[in-house]
Structures are given as structure tokens and as C-alpha cells.
């Protein structure tokens, strides 16, 4: 049997309030979302939580509705190519949205799952009731309303934004190796396959770039924010104004974890929200992404 499933994102203002859905049927869908964050991350997050809600079913092919190429070709075609070079762009850069990314990772282990391109806002009857609800979704989180987050799939189990915060997951505390199929084997040739030494340096190195970047940033809260422009002025920073994307209680969280190669991730959760900081390791640590999602 096949499970055929539309996955879409949506983001009023990309940064803004952002939704996500999967949809199957009237009686099997899902959404979600955040207060602030962006239509790729949604699509992501999309297709991450659908493979959970699918993973006791992983013996079936799941075939993907999507209308990202962003997404498809992220799982298709780049993570070879950016596994090689360290898990980095053709221009040297990080991947960005690495957190999510690592998650479909580990839900893609040892299962046949097909991806479909279909034509965004054309009539496409699955990929319109996804859409439909992942605006919703955005629309209730801009609204403060609750979202509408569906029925979900029947016995799932799982959950991608609960595997995203739980330690010994690939983008939780200090998790450095290769990450974990659904089945529980070992994955292989998974896409955060790295060598396991020195573990505790290499990730030692990522503690202090960001605790360097705590303190930029409340210094800029104090007004003193020479500092912190230096360190972003090489980042793609979402919310792109440095005020909004660091939160007043950003340093009240110990950040979590984790390193691919010659880039670092460190990922830090407060009331409502959560920080996503990209750090290029390859020399000097070089923050090259900082993205904030507001959840409430």
C-alpha cells in the first residue's frame, strides 16, 4: 500500500506568522506553526512531521506531494554534494535549517519515500487542502488564536518537533554522530554521519562562539551593540533587525548542541520561542545564520 500525502509551509510576511500541514484526507491531517518564522521552514517542517506521524507505517511508501523545490531538491539532490563538503553550500556556506533537515534524516532511514513536484495555487486538490491549513495555521498564530492542529494520523507515535528538543537526537544537546534510524539500527550513510573525535573540542568551540554571542547581545540590549554587529555582520539573520532576533531572556537557556563536520549548530529554547544560531568552524568560529521562531 502507498500513503500519498500533500506537505505544504506558508509564512504571512517570510519572516512572520508561518504554518505548516500535511494532508492525506478530510480525517488525516495535521498542522501547526509559530508565531515568527519563515515559508521554508514550514515546507520543512511539513514533510518532518509527516514522516513521524508515518513511521510506524514504514514499511509502506509514502509518496510526498510537494510544490518546494526547496524541499525536494534539499532531500533529493544537494545532501549528497553537502555531506561531502561538510555538510556546506557550493559557496562554502552552512546549510541553513539544519535542525529540521537532521530530523528528516533520521525519519528517512531505511524507508521508500517518493517526493511529487506539483504546481502551487493551481487547483491541485490535496496540495490546496495543505495550503489551505497552513495558512490557517499562520493565521491563527498572527491572530494569537489556537491552531487548528487536526486529527493526525491514526497510532502515530511520533513526533518531529518533539524529536527536535529531546536529547540524544540529532540538534539536541551536544549530539555529535550519526543519528538514529526509525527502526532503531544504526543509520547508514545518514547525512550526520561524522567522526566521533574530538567530540568534546569541536563542540566545546561552538559553546564559546555562542557564549561570546550571549553576551554581544546584551550588551546591545544595554546599548552597547558594536559588538554584536561584528559577529552578525557576516549572518543571515531572521528577523533580519539584530533587536528582534535576540530575545530579552536569550541568555537565561543553556544552548544545545551539535556539529556536522566544520559547521555547528546551537540551539537555544526560551518562553515561546526558540534560536537557531549556524556557526562555520572551518577556522575561526563564524556565525553565519541566526533564525528565531516564535511560537506563542
Known sequence: ???????????????????????????????????????????????????????????????????????????????????????????????????????????MQGRNVRFE???????????????????????????????????????????????????????????VGASASTSGRAAQGGLFDVAADPVEEVASKVRAAQATLVRAAGKARDGEDARLQFLTKRAALVPADPSAAFPGDFSASRPEVNVVGSTGVAITRGSGWTATSTWDLSSDAVLVAHHLSVHA
Not at 51 to 68: G, V
Not at 122 to 149: K, L, T
Request: charge should be negative.
Open 1 to 107: 500500500m502507498t500513503i500519498i500525502a500533500a506537505a505544504d509551509g506558508s509564512a504571512l510576511g517570510n519572516p512572520g506568522p508561518a504554518g505548516w500541514s500535511w494532508y492525506i484526507d478530510d480525517d488525516t491531517w495535521a498542522a501547526g506553526g509559530w508565531k515568527k518564522s519563515t515559508n521554508n521552514r514550514g515546507e520543512l517542517m511539513a514533510v518532518a512531521e509527516l514522516l513521524a506521524a508515518t513511521a510506524h507505517r514504514a514499511d509502506e511508501e509514502l509518496r510526498i506531494l510537494c510544490d518546494s523545490q526547496y524541499v525536494i531538491n534539499s532531500v533529493t539532490k544537494w545532501m549528497p554534494g553537502w555531506k561531502k563538503k561538510g555538510w556546506k553550500k557550493r559557496d562554502g556556506k552552512p546549510v541553513l535549517n539544519v535542525d529540521i533537515l537532521s530530523v528528516i534524516d533520521q525519519l
Open 117 to 175: 513536484w506539483v504546481k502551487g495555487h493551481a487547483g491541485h486538490e490535496m496540495n490546496e487542502a495543505a495550503d489551505e491549513r497552513a495558512r490557517a495555521a499562520a493565521i491563527s498564530f498572527q491572530s494569537g488564536e489556537p491552531a487548528n492542529e487536526g486529527p493526525g494520523f491514526p497510532g502515530a507515535t511520533k513526533s518531529a518537533e518533539l524529536m527536535m528538543a529531546a536529547p540524544g537526537n540529532a540538534g539536541s544537546s551536544e549530539t
